[in-house]
């Protein structure tokens, strides 16, 4: 299955939350017990600049993706993952435009979820 896209903005400075369903053909949704995650923002596909990565180990701030969805209170067989970025990790964001994608991983299979662009909407009060 190809990677579904989906395109967002970052606030500067702010927090950022973005649930998001997996779920398979039928509609059912998929049991993320055992699977690892992991996101990274960059400038272009090609590049070896990281502006962002992500990981399903939550860093101290609470950036991360966290299979329990975005309010961490979703068990992981509901399918449900939050991506979650801290105001004080947006804050030291500075790019105008990237690329992203998730990736879920369950020992040796990956399997890409989304993709799309990123904009990065500058904060004025800091």
Do not use: C, H, W
């Amino acid at each position: 299955m190809a990677a579904g896209k989906y395109s967002f903005v970052i606030e500067q400075g702010s927090t950022f939350e973005l649930e998001l369903q997996y779920k398979d053909s039928a509609g059912t949704a998929v049991s993320l017990v055992g699977y690892s995650g992991r996101m990274q923002i960059r400038p272009s596909v090609t590049s070896a600049t990281v502006y962002l990565a992500l990981s399903s180990s939550l860093q101290a701030d609470g950036t991360g993706i966290n299979f329990s969805g975005s309010n961490g209170s979703t068990p992981p067989t509901s399918g449900s993952i939050g991506i979650l970025i801290s105001a004080v990790s947006s804050s030291a964001l500075s790019f105008d435009q990237a690329v992203y994608d998730l990736e879920i991983v369950s020992g040796s299979i990956v399997t890409r979820l989304i993709e799309g662009q990123v904009k990065l909407s500058k904060e004025v009060t800091r």
